[in-house]
């Protein structure tokens, strides 16, 4: 038996997303930030965890990923690698690590690569990051390239709605992805774009891609784990889908906790030394 609670699956590499995808093995991935939730996730056989900056939403509250730093990602990233065993695990290069050139970029990546182990790393944009993606593939650094509602970018577009609707910027996407591809990529994340267009792109491109809000002709899908485990709330977007009400588990295991401590039925005789 392979997958869940097994230790008989093989370590999951950027090879391993090329030939998924030529034989038409559907790639699973989600986000996680810790040691315990990585854990968790890895046991139960996803197939890569994103440790995205969506840490700054998730983690720390904030609005947008803007705020996220490379010292608060190597410090996510760390927690996660070292619970991971089977899973290909991408780091997210936060808002700021590779925009001022292609030399920053590179150098950032060598950072995050050294000082967490992680496999590879994921950077949003199309034709104007090749030149840092290109320099960070040739220094032996993976890259997951990321189009479409790109976050670190919300203020341009000024919403999160869906992108590339319109004939023109489908056309600007689907090059973009030729170019990512052409660069070196494993992979490009297609986020929150018409589901066509993402069925396009994953037949034009070698790599593999990943959709969120995308359809389901991407190659595999991602989520972020918070979400799909119903533990957010007051976020619903159309392409979320919950397979838990943790919310509601933990509110209540927690609101039990503080009954039995305010009635003193917590500890007993027996849970006391």
Known sequence: MTGYLSDERKKITTRTFFEMKQRGERISMLTSYDYTMAGIVDSAGVDCI??????????AGHATTLPQTVDEMIYHARAVKRA?????????????????SWEDGLRNAIRIMKETGVDAVKIEGGEAVVPVIEGIIRAGIPVM???GLTPQSIHRFGGYGVRAKDEEE???LLADAQALDAAGCFGITLEKVPATLAATVTQRVSCATIGIGAGSETDGQVLVVTDMLGMTQGFRPKFLRTYADLHTVVTDAVARYVADVKQSAFPTADESY
């Open 145 to 147: 390239g990321h189009l």
């Open 84 to 100: 991971v065993r089977h899973a290909l695990v991408i780091c997210d290069m936060p808002f700021g690590s590779y925009q001022v």
């Open 170 to 172: 489908a056309r600007r």
């Open 50 to 59: 994103l440790v995205g900056d969506s840490a700054a939403n998730v983690m």
